[in-house]
T-cell receptor, first 113, second 114 residues
Framework: AQSVTQPDIHITVSEGASLELRCNYS??????LFWYVQSPGQGLQLLLK????DTLVQGIKGFEAEFKRSQSSFNLRKPSVHWSDAAEYFC???????????WGLGTSLAVNP | EPEVTQTPSHQVTQMGQEVILRCVPI?????FYWYRQILGQKVEFLVS????????KSEIFDDQFSVERPDGSNFTLKIRSTKLEDSAMYFC????????????FGQGTRLTVV
């Protein structure tokens, strides 16, 4: 069955520290992978996506993610976290011809000053 | 920048009442979606809509739910007789095509059934 796992429910980092949020997926075909961010009271904003090609993808706000087929992973990284990055982060895989999204549970990121 | 807009942002309704959640997708997009997120749970796919008909629906999307694109701009989700367990954040999304493009999401409508 198709699924997405985000093993970390909550992560706290210090401002300026590096960040890696983990995402593992289970999908039979070539996955279309996404990271979305949800700030308090806001909608879901696309950070970055992977469809094909270069397995290291760059997104907005200084985020990047690396697709590793052998590990079924699509981890999100940022070299230096800012206080404004505190939010909920969701990994998702696009499935089927309609590309419906199958979501992970999300990782809540807190940033200490 | 084009965006998906949803109204209302928050709706409180009594159990058994009908509710209609409204969405205005991005104007040149062709695929439309509804998702919901019950508090503390995953975002769940409800339904996708293309070419004026449902293209896919989940097990959640039973006879109590319906979607409609009544005119060229709005996309609505109707819940006929709300239950307590329908309380959730409902997100509308649209994409230019079903494949190879990302979905853009609205701000969500928080539905509270009392």
């Amino acid at each position: 069955a198709q699924s997405v796992t985000q093993p970390d429910i909550h992560i706290t980092v210090s401002e300026g520290a590096s960040l890696e949020l983990r995402c593992n997926y289970s999908y039979g075909a070539t996955p279309y992978l996404f990271w979305y961010v949800q700030s308090p009271g806001q909608g879901l904003q696309l950070l970055l996506k992977y469809f094909s090609g270069d397995t290291l993808v760059q997104g907005i706000k200084g985020f990047e993610a690396e697709f590793k087929r052998s590990q079924s992973s699509f981890n999100l990284r940022k070299p230096s976290v800012h206080w404004s990055d505190a939010a909920e982060y969701f990994c998702a895989v696009g499935a089927g011809n309609n590309r419906k999204l199958i979501w992970g549970l999300g990782t809540s990121l807190a940033v200490n000053p | 920048e084009p965006e998906v807009t949803q109204t209302p942002s928050h709706q409180v309704t009594q159990m058994g009442q009908e509710v209609i959640l409204r969405c205005v997708p991005i104007s040149n997009h062709l695929y439309f979606y509804w998702y919901r997120q019950i508090l503390g749970q995953k975002v769940e796919f409800l339904v996708s809509f293309y070419n004026n008909e449902i293209s896919e629906k989940s097990e959640i999307f039973d006879d109590q739910f319906s979607v409609e694109r009544p005119d060229g701009s709005n996309f609505t989700l109707k819940i006929r007789s709300t239950k307590l367990e329908d309380s959730a954040m409902y997100f509308c999304a649209s994409s230019l095509s079903g494949r190879d493009t990302e979905a853009f999401f609205g701000q969500g409508t928080r539905l509270t059934v009392v």
